[in-house]
Each structure stands twice: as C-alpha cells, then as structure tokens.
C-alpha cells in the first residue's frame, strides 16, 4: 500500500515530512511527496491521486477546514493529519473512521461537547392523522391541540439550539492560532516507536524554532516545547567529550545553548546582524540617524572595535569571541534590552561546522520562497528539503546567503516605510501597502516572507510611534501578488503587546468583509489570515474590515 504525503510549504512542515520520510524508510513504506502550497493545489493533487492511493498524510495542512466536505472522498480513503493550526474543524475531530489527527495528548483543543453541536435528524413530524377512528370530535379535537403545542415546542427548542450551536461555533472558530509543531508531533511518534534518532531530533528542534521565528507561539510555549527536547538532547548526546568518537569528523552533537537573539550572526558580521535582526534594530530605531548614533554607543559601551565588529564573526580574534555573548548581554541590558539571549539549540557536524537552529530556520525558509530563478515551484521546495539534511551543506550554505539578502531587505522596507510614514491607522487596525515598484518587492508577494516582513514592521512601529493607542493596534498589510492578474496578498497581524496570546481573528474577519462587499478574494493559504484581493476592490473591502472591527 503506498502512501501519498501532502506537504505544506513552511519549515516545519518540511521538519515533519523529514521525520516522517526516515521512519517509513525504516518500515520499507513506499510513499510519493507532493507539496502543496494552498488549498487549490491539495484539491488538485487529491484528484489526481485518489484513485491510486487510499491513504493520504497532510502535514501543516488539512486541519481547520471541513476536509471531506471540500475534497467528498470515496468512503474508503483514510486520512491521517499533523497540521499546527488551529482551531481544529469539529467535523475533523468527530470523525472517527476517515479522519485520523496526529495531536499530543496534552494538546488542549477546547474541542466543543459533540452534543452542542450535533444532533440526530429525529423524524420530527411525525404522523398522527391516523388515529382518528369513531372517537368522539372534541376527543379528537384536544388531541390535536395538544399535538400542534408539542410540535411548537419542538421547533422552538430547535431554533434555541441552533443559535446556541453558533454562538459556540463562532467563539470555537473566531480565532486562529498554533499548537504543538507538526515535526515535534513526529518526533514523539518516533520516540513512542523507539525508533528515533539524532537526526529526528534535530528536525524537532528545527520546526519548534520555526514557530518562534515566525513569532506563531507564545514565549511561554516556546519555553515549554524547548525543555522537552533538552531532556531528549541530553538523552541522545550525553557522550563524554574525551572518547575518541566526539572526534570523528562524520559526527553530529547538539547542545544545549544559551544564544544571541541575533539573526545568523555567527555566519555574517555582528554589525550586520545587530543592524539586521528585527529585536535590535527596533530597539535602537536604527531607521533615524539617532537610532544609528545609539548603535555606536553600543558598540562603544561593550569596547569593541569597529574593525572587528565589521568583519566576518569567524575572523574575529578569539580573545574577543570567548565571552562575547556575556559582554553583549550586559551592555543590552544598559540600552534596555533586557531578551537579548534566547534559549535554543546548535549542531555540529565534525570539527568546524556549527549551526544554531534559527540559522537553518532562516536558511530553509529562504531557499523555499527563493525568487531569483524561474523555474516550477516544486524545485525550491525539494531544494529547501536537501538543505536540512547533513550530508548537504553547500545548499545550506546557499540558504544562509540567500536569507542575508531577505533580512536586508526586510529591514529597509520597514526603514523606508517608517521614515515616509507607510503605517496609516485606520481606526481598528494599522495599514501599510507596498507600492508596485518598491525595492524588493517581488520577495513579499511570497506568503512567509512577507508574514516576517509584517512581523518586523509591526515591532519598529511599536518602537517608534508615540501614539499610545497604536501601540495596541494589530496591523493589515498588503503587498501586490500578480501585476498582469490585479492581484494583491494581504496578511493580517495580531497586536505586538508582551501579553499577546498570537491569537489572530483576522482569518474570519477578512471572511465576512469579503463576503459583504462581494469582493474577489482568494482564501487559498492553510492560514486563515492571508488572502488574495483583485486589485479595485482593495478600497471597498478595507471600508467593510474597518467598519467589522470598530
């Protein structure tokens, strides 16, 4: 029996799929891959395959919507889905014999009670014509009274059901966020299995750091998740430094590490990465001369010279490198960044390779959404799936060059957004649009790019705003997808604030609005939250989302 593997296009997703690939080469299974980037797309692969296959694997996708009511299955295909988003559809979770969901068991699904939402379709009317025969009239009459009460009872209990069923819907559905990462799932299937490995492990690690990357978990969370690996990290590589086997140049080790919250900048310069990495330069306002001035100080205050600063992180002299992260910390903490490290992961392969997981998040990314050569989707996606594996450097080499370009340009569409007052407050919400023709912007028509990109700009805003209400304000932002087609992405974003949840309300929010001014959108992203917009009906569809959300 072969399986087909339908896998969405983010690094988690990737993560899992790596996983899952090693344990079915362990079990001789035989699978075929698709990706898929949006719903369209696993339509048409379900359609092409479904008469070759009966069992389908939908990694990160699949989970949130009714999958048999948008793919109407034959009765025997059998679905098994590891997908993070959430809320999970109750149709999904209630189906027991062609649904299988891949969750942790402390997972909590706040799944509403099968009763409030279903019920049988009771034969209501039932007949009761037939029981009149030689009684007498006013016998029969009462009797008739008495069953037109019952049956008005009966459909007024109905309707009261009905409007409960939506009401607890709608607070079930009103807000999308995350669970556990789809390649931790994995992994605890291959721990359960006894069957896991190093490997496994470190693409666990990968797809956690994925979801704090793209900022979908909250720190408490992240935290959470980051302890249950260390006890499988300490599990899997608790060798003694002196054996002759932590020498081997074909060995990996992961540990432990209490990092720079700095975007690759043990790849790159530190002055780049400080300027580029989104915590630090929205802390400094680097977009301002003053902001530039701070940076200086900085530097200054941890006495390091510009010419070391400048260079490659591995020409730095060593005297500098060995406590450079307790120097850099303690000077952030006088500048007020008190997060400045971050609890995570790092690998090394053999004597000189070293990767922390933020580095291969970035990477991977990079090379799935890479623009700069034409060619099929597919190939970027199999590219970005080679670099997580070992053997495999120089495409990861290649990734980590590409992701530097991606941060600069992040970061000088958020300076220049700033600086020429892009963020508008609408009321609700913040809005930015990227003009056709801005720098870079063919990178943000790309759906995780431009997610970052949102992130970013939401942060420095915060940062540099004096309006204290804005601060609190989520942000819509809209970059253009298709100029021959008209078509616009736009992503909405949940409020920047310490206490956020990353609960986002703007995948049903964009539902209604397009709904009521029909407006052509395209909800085709696994996330709610990002749609596609013909280009003239942009206006009339933000006046429908301001007026929603006031």
């Not at 530097?299 to 600063?309: R, S, Y």
């Not at 053999?350 to 990767?355: L, Q």
């Given at each position: 029996q072969r399986v087909l593997l339908l896998?969405?296009?983010?690094?988690?997703?990737?993560?899992?799929?790596?996983?899952?690939?090693?344990?079915?080469q362990c079990d001789h299974v035989q699978y075929t891959l698709v990706p898929v980037s949006g719903w369209q797309e696993l339509e048409t692969a379900f359609l092409e395959h479904k008469d070759q296959f009966k069992y389908f694997v939908l990694i990160n996708c699949g989970a949130n919507v009714d999958l048999l009511e948008i793919l109407q299955p034959e009765e025997d295909t059998l679905f098994f889905v590891?997908?993070?988003?959430?809320?999970?559809?109750?149709?999904?979770?209630?189906?027991?014999?062609?649904?299988?969901?891949?969750?942790?068991?402390?997972?909590?699904?706040?799944?509403?009670?099968?009763?409030?939402?279903?019920?049988?379709?009771e034969d209501e009317e039932e007949d009761s014509e037939n029981e009149s025969d030689g009684s007498e009239p006013s016998e029969k009459r009462r009797r008739f009274e008495e069953d037109v009460i019952e049956r008005t009872m009966k459909r007024r209990q109905r309707r009261e059901w009905e409007a409960r069923r939506r009401e607890i819907l709608f607070d079930y559905e009103q807000y999308e966020y995350h669970g556990t990462s789809s390649a931790m799932v994995m992994f605890d299937l291959?721990?359960?299995?006894?069957?896991?490995?190093?490997?496994?492990?470190?693409?666990?690690i990968v797809g956690l750091t994925d979801q704090w990357v793209q900022d979908k978990i909250t720190q408490m969370k992240y935290v959470t998740d980051i302890g249950i690996l260390q006890r499988h990290v300490s599990r899997h590589n608790h060798r003694n430094e002196d054996e002759e086997n932590s020498l081997s140049i074909d060995c990996m080790r992961i540990a432990f590490e209490y990092d720079l919250r700095l975007a690759l900048y043990q790849h790159w310069s530190l002055y780049e990465s400080l300027c580029n990495t989104s915590y630090t330069s929205a802390s400094f306002k680097l977009w301002s001369v003053q902001g530039q001035k701070r940076l200086q100080e900085f530097?200054?205050?941890?006495?390091?010279?510009?010419?070391?600063?400048k260079q490659k992180f591995n020409s730095m002299d060593m005297s500098l490198k060995e406590n450079l992260r307790e120097m850099i910390e303690e000077s952030a903490n006088k500048f007020g960044m008190k997060d400045l490290r971050v609890q995570t992961f790092s690998i090394h392969f053999?004597?000189?390779?070293?990767?922390s997981a933020s580095d291969i998040?970035?990477?991977?990314?990079?090379?799935?959404?890479?623009i700069e050569k034409e060619g099929p989707e597919t190939t970027n996606f199999i590219k970005a799936l080679d670099s997580l594996s070992r053997g495999n450097l120089d495409k990861l080499h290649l990734g980590l060059d590409l992701a530097k370009k991606q941060l600069r340009a992040i970061q000088q569409t958020v300076a220049s957004c700033i600086c020429t007052n892009l963020v508008i407050s609408q009321g609700p919400f913040l809005y930015c649009s990227l003009m056709e023709g801005t720098p870079d912007v063919k990178l943000f028509s790309k759906p995780v790019s431009l997610c970052l990109?949102?992130?970013?700009?939401?942060?420095?805003?915060?940062?540099?705003?004096?309006?204290?209400?804005?601060?609190?304000?989520?942000?819509?932002?809209?970059?253009?997808?298709?100029?021959?087609?008209g078509t616009v992405i736009m992503v909405g974003i949940p409020p920047e604030t310490e206490s956020s949840d990353k609960k986002n309300f703007f995948g049903r929010a964009f539902e209604k609005a397009a709904d009521s001014t029909n407006s052509r959108t395209l909800h085709n992203h696994f996330d709610m939250s990002i749609i596609e917009l013909k280009t003239e009906d942009r206006s009339k569809f933000l006046d429908a989302l301001i007026s929603l959300l006031s």
């Open positions: 896998v969405a296009s983010d690094v988690d997703a990737l993560c899992a799929c790596k996983i899952l690939q090693a344990l079915f590891c997908d993070s988003h959430r809320p999970i559809n109750v149709v999904n979770v209630y189906n027991d014999t062609q649904i299988k969901l891949l969750v942790k068991q402390d997972d909590d699904l706040d799944v509403p009670a099968y009763d409030d939402i279903f019920r049988d379709e291959a721990w359960i299995m006894s069957k896991d490995l190093n490997d496994m492990l470190w693409w666990a530097l200054a205050d941890m006495g390091l010279p510009l010419k070391q600063v053999g004597f000189k390779n070293k990767f998040v970035y990477a991977t990314a990079s090379l799935m959404e890479n990109l949102s992130k970013y700009l939401l942060k420095s805003f915060v940062c540099s705003t004096k309006n204290k209400r804005c601060k609190l304000l989520p942000l819509v932002m809209a970059a253009p997808m298709d100029v021959e087609q």
